[in-house]
């Protein structure tokens, strides 16, 4: 089983940044795909950024803008979030998708608001 922890939401103003953190606990590996969602008020669940086997995937609005990473142990990805812009206000999720079998793992969100 495994259980993911988020932290590093909050208030920032428009070119701002964050950078949000998420911890997973029980059996991870390198295996494993972790990855940021996020979900703004009446809209669907979309992908930020994903990073699997060292290859990081990134959606089209926060290129340029949003790093993902993962520390060496595996177990905590980061997204530092700079250049923030009021449509990137959302609840933030952490994903862990493992593969065999298939799968997804979830945070229980941290809140982003961009505003001034």
């Known amino acids: 089983q495994v259980q993911l922890v988020e932290s590093g939401g909050g208030l920032v103003q428009p070119g701002g940044s964050l950078r949000l953190s998420c911890v997973a606990s029980?059996?991870?590996?390198?295996?494993?795909?972790m990855g940021w969602y996020r979900q703004a008020p009446g809209k669907e669940r979309e992908l930020v950024a994903r990073i699997s086997s060292g290859v990081k995937t990134y959606a089209d609005f926060v290129k340029g803008r949003f790093t993902i990473s993962r520390d060496n142990g595996w177990n905590t990805v980061y997204l530092q979030m700079n250049s923030l812009k009021p449509e990137d206000t959302a609840a933030y999720y952490c994903n862990v998708h493992q593969f065999s079998p298939a799968y997804d793992y979830w945070g229980q969100g941290t809140q982003v608001t961009v505003s001034s």
């Open positions: 029980g059996i991870i590996s390198s295996f494993h795909a």
